[in-house]
């Protein structure tokens, strides 16, 4: 291996290690006090990639780092609810601009269809699974439970995406196409951002 490969691994290992580090530092920014306590993650070549890859990977981290911070309050606590509401507008957010910048685009690849809308059913049901939450008393024991069931079904989709689906796209998509969909993944979650509501849905079983 070449002196320059060599540094050029580094290199990228420092953008990765950083990346991660400033999506949980922005996640805390909201609760200093709570511990985020995210642990190792899935491993993905993509952590700290200046496209739009990179660019989601960044946002699940911070996702991450939200899941783990909620998991350490209690009741109907002031942190529990302003962290709630900062996750569901989140996900809402991603979700809607990862489905125009990214999915739109694959799903007209016949090779990567299934893998969109895979990703697509997904966010669906993970929005249910919030709307479910905020509609359910935040102090009552079996709120937390039901978030550990968000929380598993969450961190299963991100891993999908990094490791499988998110390899599978860049296969079928030009260096242009990338840096497009990082611009339009940008200005689409800003707007759908400031736009998110918390909505209240009983599921009908569970």
Known sequence: MTTQ?????????????????????????????????IGSTPKTKFRGDPGVFGRLVEDHDKHRALLAMIEETAG??????????????????????EEQ?????????????????????????????????????MASPGWLRRFAGLKDEYLHHIREEEQEQFVAAQDHLQPADVRYMHRVFNRRKKEEKAAAKVEKKLKLKG
């Open 76 to 97: 109907k606590s002031p942190e529990r609810q302003r962290l709630f509401e900062e996750l569901v507008k989140e996900l809402k957010a991603h979700a809607a601009a």
């Open 5 to 37: 490969a060599i540094e050029g691994g580094k290199a990228k290992r420092k953008a990765a290690k950083q990346a991660k580090t400033d999506a949980v530092a922005r996640a805390m920014a909201l609760a200093p006090d709570l511990a985020a306590r």
């Open 101 to 137: 910048a990214l999915w739109s685009t694959v799903l007209r690849d016949p090779e990567t269809t299934d893998d969109a809308r895979h990703a697509i059913a997904e966010h669906k049901e993970i929005d249910d699974m919030l709307a479910d939450l905020a509609a359910r008393d």
